[in-house]
């Protein structure tokens, strides 16, 4: 079955049921031929028509009309009134009527004229993983409340209620949740469909979700075991400096990322943020489920949303990761080339030596062949020499900060050598530092049976 729009599919005595002496009506999914579903409800709008029907006969003209509706296209009705304005206390029997009410929001009056309940008609605009549970808040700081249903939302949300009723007003905001186990996340505010306050009609949120190909490990994995138990997030109401490209930049949300790869820190934070408790490993609390969001793949680059910054991350990640500063500024590492230097067997092992210096015709006397030559940096500005102790050692290089063999950012003819004595003869090879990930030079040395 679906969603009930049809008036002549509420029956009396089956989906519905009315009690003039205490001036209520009840939907029911219960009894045999019903044609309610709980989980899609019925239209106010095919509710209201239904009632029209019936106040068109004598079995119910003796009682007032049970509701108004204002508008049918907004969602805007009233109960407890009737067009004229007459107040006469007709109410919804229990709250499962209210919760298979859909596409609209009511008013409740008793037979005075008091407002008693507001609700506000809640419609996800989207689509979301069939199963997914929808959540929201009614106040920025009020704790994540599930939708009645699965699936997407489509529920009257009470958002007032008198002092009989509850004793509150939170019409001023509202926000909803999707956040699914291997889905990419959404959350909606009033503003994303140019409201700004919620009422008696229907309030839409930007809901949808989808497979996240990013995540990859299950919640018990990331729950148990390494790396992800040492990645961790720590709010602050302080500016925290951190180092991008020589200049510090503040930032209010450290995530720990442990060493971890992008994919991995990402998979732990969509973790977190998934939790109905407190994810903040510092002194303050923040509950996971109603938090912002923190980090985005773009492609292959991660994001991090304004004032986050990412310690503890991979070298060979360090240029596929953007950092939004507090003030909304993006920040980016200088890019580091990277690869691996290669060499035949023989020259591997105890007393071996390799160096890695610049060709670059500078004529300064410190290149390749010159008695000042001088060695490549790394990024950390260590030479990038030393014993061979494998067949491929990998490198980085600061491509966009080193000045040493020419112009920063620009590429550099580089020459390496290596040798081990009573091995390998002196090996040379050339190549070149380019702006890339995937550099290689390889030396292949002779052997050296000459050696004594």
Request: net charge negative; hydrophobic share 40%; glycine share 12%.
């Amino acid at each position: 079955m679906a969603k009930i729009t049809d008036r002549a599919s509420l029956i009396i005595g089956t989906e519905l049921f009315i009690d003039e002496a205490a001036r209520t009506f009840e939907l029911s999914d219960l009894g045999v031929g019903n044609n309610l579903v709980a989980t899609d409800g019925v239209t106010i709008q095919a509710l209201y028509s239904k009632l029209v029907d019936l106040w068109a006969t004598s079995t119910y003209q003796d009682s007032p009309f049970p509701m108004n509706a204002l508008d049918a296209l907004s969602g805007q009705y009233q109960i407890g009134i009737d067009a004229g304005g007459n107040t006469n206390g007709w109410a919804p029997l229990n709250d499962f009527t209210r919760q298979v009410m859909r596409d609209g929001g009511w008013e409740e009056y008793d037979d005075v004229g008091n407002l008693l309940r507001v609700y506000a008609g809640v419609v996800g605009l989207g689509s979301i993983s069939v199963g997914s549970q929808p959540y929201y808040q009614i106040t920025p700081s009020s704790a994540p409340v599930d939708f009645t249903f699965t699936d997407q939302a489509n529920e009257g949300i009470q958002v007032f209620g008198n002092i009989d009723n509850g004793s509150f007003d939170n019409r001023t905001f509202f926000k909803g949740f999707v956040r699914e186990q291997g889905k990419i996340f959404a959350d909606s505010v009033l503003a994303d469909t140019g409201k700004v306050e919620t009422g008696a009609f229907i309030v839409n949120l930007l809901l949808s979700n989808q497979d996240d190909l990013k995540i990859n490990e299950t919640d018990a994995n990331i729950a148990a075991n390494a790396p992800y138990t040492g990645i961790v997030v720590e709010y602050f109401s302080t500016d925290q400096n951190r180092l991008v490209g020589g200049t510090n930049y503040p930032y209010r949300i450290i995530i720990n990322g442990n060493g971890a790869t992008l994919e991995q820190i990402y998979e732990k934070i969509q973790y977190l943020l998934r939790q109905n408790s407190d994810i903040d490993n510092g002194l303050g609390t923040v509950t996971g489920q109603t938090a912002d969001a923190l980090l985005a793949f773009v492609g292959e680059t991660l994001a991090t949303a304004v004032g986050v910054y990412v310690d503890n991350i991979q070298q060979a990640d360090s240029n596929r990761i953007e950092f939004t500063d507090q003030n909304g500024v993006v920040r980016t590492n200088p890019f580091t080339a990277a690869g691996n230097l290669n060499f035949n067997a023989i020259m591997v092992g105890a007393g071996s030596s390799y160096r890695l210096m610049y060709s670059t015709p500078t004529g300064a006397g410190n290149d390749y062949g010159e008695a000042g030559a001088i060695s490549v940096n790394d990024a950390s500005g260590a030479e990038i020499a030393g014993e061979i102790t494998s067949g491929t050692i990998g490198f980085d290089f600061d491509y966009d900060g080193d000045a040493l063999g020419g112009t920063a950012g620009t590429d550099k003819a580089v020459t390496l050598i290596g040798i081990r004595p009573n091995a390998s003869k002196f090996a040379v090879a050339t190549g070149t530092l380019t702006r890339s990930k995937a550099l290689t030079l390889s030396l292949v040395a002779e052997a050296d049976r000459a050696y004594i």
